[in-house]
């Protein structure tokens, strides 16, 4: 059975780092591109990144660029997300998610498995 379990959230202060796993089991990880999307208290799920299946490809929202790094170790099928100065407006539960390649816009392929999320919190 697919699964995807997050870890590595937590609380931090502004201009705060974390860095996020996602541990993968019940596929063939290597084969899949996957993505990081959060969803902020009350609002919907945004994109974050993305990685290719052999993780030299990579993708990242433009509120994100120059501060986050989506990478992936398929030998552990795991795939990182390292947060660098984070923004309060970052708040957000984290999630990890299974999608399938092809010609889609940023952000816009299908997804088909996630994990529970891993909340981060962005204050002072």
């Known amino acids: 059975q697919v699964h995807l379990e997050e870890s590595g959230g937590g609380s931090v202060q502004p201009g705060g780092s974390l860095r996020l796993s996602c541990a993968a089991s019940?596929?063939?990880?290597?084969?899949?591109?996957m993505y990081w999307v959060r969803q902020a208290p009350g609002k919907g799920l945004k994109w974050v990144s993305t990685?290719?299946?052999?993780?030299?490809?990579?993708y990242y929202a433009d509120s994100v660029k120059g501060r986050f790094t989506i990478s992936r170790d398929n030998a552990k099928n795991t795939v990182y997300l390292q947060m660098n100065s984070l923004k309060p407006e970052e708040t957000a539960v984290y999630y990890c998610v299974r999608i399938l390649g092809g010609y889609y816009g940023l952000g816009e392929a299908p997804m088909d498995y996630w994990g529970k999320g891993t909340l981060v919190t962005i204050s002072s």
């Open positions: 990685i290719n299946s052999g993780g030299g490809t990579t």
């Open positions: 019940g596929f063939t990880f290597s084969n899949y591109w």
